[in-house]
């Protein structure tokens, strides 16, 4: 059930609640970590302070992807967002290396925690701020396509586990008294959030080598161009690619000699809106080619 409209849940206003509930989890996590000395509290608030970085940076990068094309950006800005997940990689990976520098400090010097009843209720009320965003997230990052919003969903999601196995962690130190537990559940959490963090970096290099659409995406795009392959028109070298928001799919349609240019492009026309009709977003471009002609790619005189 949305209690908001999906119109009012733009990438930009999702972004700015994330760096509010970033900000509010800072608060309240450090608290939790002030009230218990608990490495493993600390852990999780350092983790909100890249939370918060990588809304702020999110929240720039996706404004700078929405700019139209121009002269020195004739294709847009649309793979903006790539570099805003992989920075959140990045900085991910960062804390990471801090958590774990924290927590063997506190192996070899183990503390006792204090007034874990507080520390553990306002890292549970920090983690229900940040699952609610994110799976507000994960949902308008689906209709928006917008890996930014993605990244930072997981993110938050990354929090979230982070804070239940903190939790659990802290009320087994508070039952078994046994303190190496801290520590330990600490760099649990670090190798937890380095493996998300690493994903997001991988990510984002992949996006911005134009990878290849979907595999379902590209079933449409198939099944559609059957809709109009016959005896008298086919089509061949069909490649899609995804940047930022925007998808795109180039294809040569042969078809033959004798038909009129007018009638050729008319064809095209059809192909191109049902091609994007079926893939929402998708930009079709349709080289036209006799029928007794092949294009050749990839010819050593091509690429000197």
């Known amino acids: 059930m949305q209690f908001v409209p999906s119109q009012y849940l733009t990438p930009e206003r999702l972004l700015r609640a994330s760096v509010v509930v970033a900000l509010v989890t800072i608060v309240l996590k450090t608290l939790a970590w002030y009230v218990t000395d608990s490495v493993g509290l600390l852990s999780d608030a350092m983790e909100s302070f890249v939370n918060l970085a990588s809304a702020l940076f999110a929240l720039t990068m996706v404004t700078i992807a929405k700019r139209p094309a121009d002269d020195d950006h004739p294709y847009g800005h649309h793979k903006a967002e790539y570099f805003s997940s992989g920075f959140e990689g990045l900085l991910i990976i960062g804390a990471a290396g801090g958590i774990i520098w924290a927590a063997i400090h506190r192996f070899f010097d183990p503390q006792p925690l204090t007034s874990v009843g507080w520390g553990l209720t306002l890292s549970v009320v920090s983690s229900v701020f940040n699952g609610l965003l994110a799976w507000v997230m994960f949902d308008a990052a689906r209709k928006h396509r917008s890996i930014a919003l993605e990244a930072d969903g997981k993110h938050l999601m990354t929090d979230v586990w982070t804070s239940v196995g903190v939790v659990v962690g802290i009320g087994l130190v508070a039952v078994t008294d046994w303190l190496w537990l801290d520590p330990l559940v600490a760099i649990g959490v670090a190798v937890n959030i380095l493996r998300e963090g690493f994903h997001l970096v991988w990510r984002s290099s992949q996006g911005l080598m134009d990878e290849a659409l979907e595999p379902e995406l590209q079933q449409q795009i198939e099944a559609t161009l059957k809709e109009f392959d016959h005896h008298t028109i086919r089509f061949d070298h069909v490649s899609t690619r995804r940047s930022g928001?925007?998808?795109?799919?180039?294809?040569?349609?042969?078809?033959?000699?004798?038909?009129?240019?007018?009638?050729?492009?008319?064809?095209?026309?059809?192909?191109?809106?049902?091609?994007?009709?079926?893939?929402?977003?998708?930009?079709?471009?349709?080289?036209?080619?006799?029928?007794?002609?092949?294009?050749?790619?990839?010819?050593?005189?091509?690429?000197?």
Do not use: C, N, Y
């Open 245 to 304: 928001q925007r998808r795109f799919v180039d294809l040569h349609m042969h078809m033959p000699a004798s038909w009129t240019l007018g009638r050729a492009a008319a064809l095209r026309t059809s192909v191109e809106q049902a091609l994007m009709s079926a893939v929402p977003g998708l930009r079709a471009s349709i080289q036209l080619l006799p029928s007794d002609v092949e294009a050749h790619f990839d010819d050593e005189k091509d690429l000197i």
